[in-house]
T-cell receptor, first 110, second 117 residues
Framework: SQKIEQNSEALNIQEGKTATLTCNYT??????LQWYRQDPGRGPVFLLL?????KEKRKERLKVTFDTTLKQSLFHITASQPADSATYLC?????????FGTGTSLTVIP | GAVVSQHPSRVICKSGTSVKIECRSL??????MFWYRQFPKQSLMLMAT?????????EQGVEKDKFLINHASLTLSTLTVTSAHPEDSSFYIC?????????????FGPGTRLTVT
């Protein structure tokens, strides 16, 4: 069965620094990978999608990379702000189904 | 656009009773909706895929007779937890895929917190 791991359960960084979150997967070859933000007690909000034939995607302060050889995606938030504090989930997709990682709780310290 | 609502947002019920959760796509039609469950500090686990006008497809290990799904219209899917027990207490989240959209698109509802006492 597929296994999706996100680097750490919690990550604390100083405001203004770049946060880097990792998503590793096994036993799967996803057509694309997505990143979501989830605030406590709320549903996930879609942030970025990257396809298997893409190496990098950017959106404002967000950047995602996708290495299908390493079976890894990196999610970067540059110039981080306290408002970026949330749990970030990666999700693998293929066909009609999605599989979510365990999430990384990011805290940006002012 | 692409707003999904869930009702209720919180529900407390007694063990042995049934609870219905509604998922609505407010400004789009959704042929496919998904139901997830999330336990504290864990990720979302897909329970079932609901297709309008047909039977839901359940993930392995999810009891279809306990978690009844009805997708009677293009904007509404319901999840009924029958004979609920304390171990069913969880955060239930639905998502909806706009009809005719790319397979990766889905928009999540705000979730329903179920507590079974």
């Amino acid at each position: 069965s597929q296994k999706i791991e996100q680097n750490s359960e919690a990550l604390n960084i100083q405001e203004g620094k770049t946060a880097t979150l990792t998503c590793n997967y096994t036993n799967y070859s996803p057509a694309y990978l997505q990143w979501y933000r989830q605030d406590p007690g709320r549903g996930p909000v879609f942030l970025l999608l990257i396809r298997e034939n893409e190496k990098e995607k950017r959106k404002e302060r967000l950047k995602v990379t996708f290495d299908t050889t390493l079976k890894q995606s990196l999610f970067h938030i540059t110039a981080s702000q306290p408002a970026d504090s949330a749990t970030y989930l990666c999700a693998l997709a293929g066909g009609n189904q999605f599989y979510f990682g365990t999430g990384t709780s990011l805290t940006v310290i002012p | 656009g692409a707003v999904v609502s869930q009702h209720p947002s919180r529900v407390i019920c007694k063990s042995g009773t049934s609870v219905k959760i509604e998922c609505r796509s407010l400004d789009f039609q959704a042929t496919t909706m998904f139901w997830y469950r999330q336990f504290p500090k864990q990720s979302l686990m897909l329970m079932a895929t609901s297709n309008e006008g047909s039977k839901a497809t359940y993930e392995q290990g999810v009891e279809k007779d306990k978690f009844l799904i009805n997708h009677a219209s293009l904007t509404l899917s319901t999840l009924t937890v029958t004979s609920a027990h304390p171990e069913d207490s969880s955060f239930y989240i639905c998502s909806a895929r706009p009809s005719g959209s790319l397979s990766w698109e889905q928009y999540f509802g705000p979730g329903t917190r179920l507590t079974v006492t």
